[in-house]
Structures are given as structure tokens and as C-alpha cells.
């Protein structure tokens, strides 16, 4: 019986698996342990080796060089650019699928049309359209165009998605005397949560970690969002690496606490329809 589990047993799989874990945690390894390190004999020091003497000081200097103002501008870009991408890719989603006109198929292709066009193409059109409307230099600035992107591919997923959604229960609440509205709340909403929070999760991962946006529509250090953060931390002649690493290291632990409070949700939606 052991001979035949182990003929079974993918160990080719589980070999590649390990490779690419090691592959994964060596450079997380590295950060970490390089915001522990001062900053002078840093380029001496062994760069996977522990630190003989280990500190909290690059911490302590990137919470002082007002890091709590970065992530706070950073979490206000990324839940208001999430709640109105969701809110309004969830009603465009149900007006391509509920719809039954040609101008409902002819928006889904929009949308699709939105997924070829990449972003750096329209920094220069983007950047005009803001100054125009004297918002450069605001969190707004950032937030609209981050909202722009983030709508196609969240209306691709949602409507693949409420394809899936019986018609029959539309068609009994309509029965039933119910409106638009009250179908999407009632109906829609509950159903296609797990893909909602799927393109929360993602929509946010990405405007978090977003950089031209806030480098070409913000010029202010007290609009600057945690990406954009990290600059103060290189000089004229050089770079102060410990400390760079010590705030990539707090910038990643509000999304690390996040995944770990909804990694559930973000599974359900990454699996949902798999089992149709």
C-alpha cells in the first residue's frame, strides 16, 4: 500500500512547488531582515545573513517622516476608488446582462474595448483632463482615473458572473412587483458577493500599490500616498535602503491583516462556478 501511494504521489509537482516557495520567500526574507540592519556598514554585511545587532530605529524613522499620513492618504485612494468602482461596475453588470437592447451589447463591448487600452497610453490626455478641472494635486486626481481603469475589467467579471444567476428568479420578483433597485439590493447583490469582494480585494490591491497615477497627479508632500512615500527616503547621493525596506515592510501590513480577515470570501469568489 505505501509503494502504491508513493507511485501516486506527484513528487515532480511537489518538488517545483518547494523551488518556487523558496523562490518566493527569499525575497521576503531579505526585506525583512534588511529593515532590521543600520544603515552604515550596510553594504559590507552579508545581504542573507541575520543581523548581529538588530533594530527597530529605520521603524522609528519612517513613522516619524510622517508614514501615518501617507497611509492614511493611501487607504482614502483606495476605499473610495474601490466603493465607487464596485458600485458602479455592479449596476453597469446587470444593465449588460438584464438588458435586451442593442445598446446594452454594444455598452458590454465598450467595456471590453476599455481592457486593450493601457494606461500609460493615456497619462498625457488624463493629466490634461485634470488640470482642467482643478483637481491636480488632490487625492481626487488620483482617485477618478484609478476608477476609470478599474471599471471594465470589474463589469467583465460581474456580468460573467450574473450570467450564471437563474432567470427564473428574476422573473419571480418581478412577479412579485419589484423594481430595478430592489432586484439588484434584494437579489443580485447577496448572490454575487463572493465575486464582489473578489474584485474588492484586487481593485484595491491594485490602487494601493499604484504608482504613475499619484507621480504625475500630485506634486505635494501632504498628498502623497505610500508608494510615492518611499522617495523621501533617497537623498541627493544616496539611499537610505534599511529605511525604504523597513516602510515597503509596514506599507504591506494593512493588506497582509486584510487577506488574513477575508482570505475565506477571497477563495469562495476565486472558486464560485467551478462546481456549476
Not at 531579505?30 to 550596510?42: A, K
Not at 537610505?240 to 525596506?245: D, E, G, H
Given at each position: ?79 473610495g ?38 494606461l ?34 470589474t ?23 419589484a ?17 464582489v ?18 507621480l504625475?497627479?500630485t ?58
Open positions: 500500500m505505501a509503494s502504491k501511494t508513493l507511485r501516486h504521489s506527484n513528487i515532480p509537482g511537489g518538488l517545483a512547488g518547494l523551488v518556487w516557495l523558496v523562490i518566493v520567500l527569499v525575497p521576503v526574507y531579505y526585506i525583512v531582515v534588511t529593515s532590521l540592519r543600520e544603515q552604515r556598514g550596510f553594504y559590507d554585511a552579508n545581504p542573507l545573513s541575520a543581523p548581529i545587532h538588530p533594530t527597530l530605529n529605520n521603524y522609528v524613522l519612517v513613522l516619524r517622516n510622517d508614514f501615518p499620513r501617507y497611509l492614511g492618504n493611501s487607504a482614502l485612494v483606495t476605499l476608488t474601490v466603493v465607487i468602482t464596485v458600485a458602479v461596475s455592479l449596476m453597469a453588470a446587470y444593465f449588460v446582462v438584464r438588458g435586451r437592447t442593442r445598446f446594452a451589447a454594444l455598452t458590454y463591448r465598450a467595456f471590453l474595448l476599455g481592457l486593450a487600452i493601457p500609460q497610453a493615456t497619462i498625457i490626455p488624463v493629466y490634461y483632463l485634470i488640470t482642467r478641472i482643478h483637481l491636480y494635486d488632490t487625492l481626487l486626481a488620483v482617485i477618478l482615473p484609478s476608477v476609470a481603469f478599474a471599471i471594465p475589467l463589469v467583465v467579471i460581474l456580468a460573467n458572473f450574473l450570467r450564471d444567476v437563474p432567470n427564473e428568479l428574476f422573473e419571480s420578483m418581478r412577479v412579485d412587483g423594481g430595478h433597485w430592489r432586484i439588484l439590493w434584494s437579489l443580485v447583490l447577496p448572490l454575487v458577493r463572493p465575486a469582494l473578489t474584485v474588492a480585494v484586487y481593485d484595491g490591491l491594485t490602487v494601493w500599490n499604484g504608482f504613475l497615477f499619484p504625475i497627479l506634486q505635494s508632500s501632504d498628498q502623497r500616498v505610500l508608494p510615492m512615500a518611499l522617495w523621501a527616503f533617497q537623498g541627493q547621493f544616496r539611499v537610505n535602503i534599511p529605511a525604504v525596506l523597513a516602510a515597503v515592510v509596514l506599507s504591506t501590513l494593512p493588506v497582509l491583516a486584510l487577506y488574513i480577515l477575508g482570505r475565506r470570501y477571497l477563495v469562495a469568489g476565486l472558486t464560485a462556478g467551478f462546481g456549476r
